[in-house]
């Protein structure tokens, strides 16, 4: 079982910065693919960006493409979302995703059904 632990979300004027970060509670978290969604009041959860077990594979949506950057550490078992010039739009819960399965092509896994574990997702608001 593998628990994920989001933090770093808060309150932010637009075109602000902030960074998230993902604790993944087990070593085997290192080998695994992993993503961030957000989900805001009223709407989907939809893909934000994915990574994968090495780190040489990312993936963002268009929608944050340029200002938002998938990264991780996986001595310290951490996943992060360093997110640049923030827009109102972006208000959502961020949440922190691990897929087990690895015979799927990180680059193409942008579907919540592609994912594993999921933390308790991290509260972003930016103010216009």
């Known amino acids: 079982q593998v628990q994920l632990v989001e933090s770093g979300g808060g309150l932010v004027q637009a075109g602000g910065s902030l960074t998230l970060s993902c604790a993944a509670s087990?070593?085997?978290?290192?080998?695994?693919?992993m993503a961030w969604f957000r989900q805001a009041p009223g709407k989907e959860r939809e893909f934000v960006a994915a990574?994968?077990?090495?780190?040489?594979?990312?993936r963002h949506a268009d929608s944050v493409k340029g200002r938002f950057t998938i990264s991780r550490a996986n001595a310290k078992n951490m996943v992060y979302l360093q997110m640049n010039s923030l827009k109102p739009e972006d208000t959502a819960v961020y949440y922190c995703?691990?897929?087990?399965?690895?015979?799927?092509?990180?680059?193409?896994?942008?579907?919540?059904?592609?994912?594993?574990?999921w933390g308790q997702g991290t509260q972003v608001t930016v103010s216009s």
């Open positions: 995703a691990l897929t087990e399965r690895d015979y799927i092509d990180v680059y193409h896994a942008t579907k919540s059904s592609d994912y594993d574990y």
């Open positions: 990574i994968s077990w090495s780190g040489g594979v990312t």
């Open positions: 087990t070593r085997t978290s290192r080998l695994a693919d």
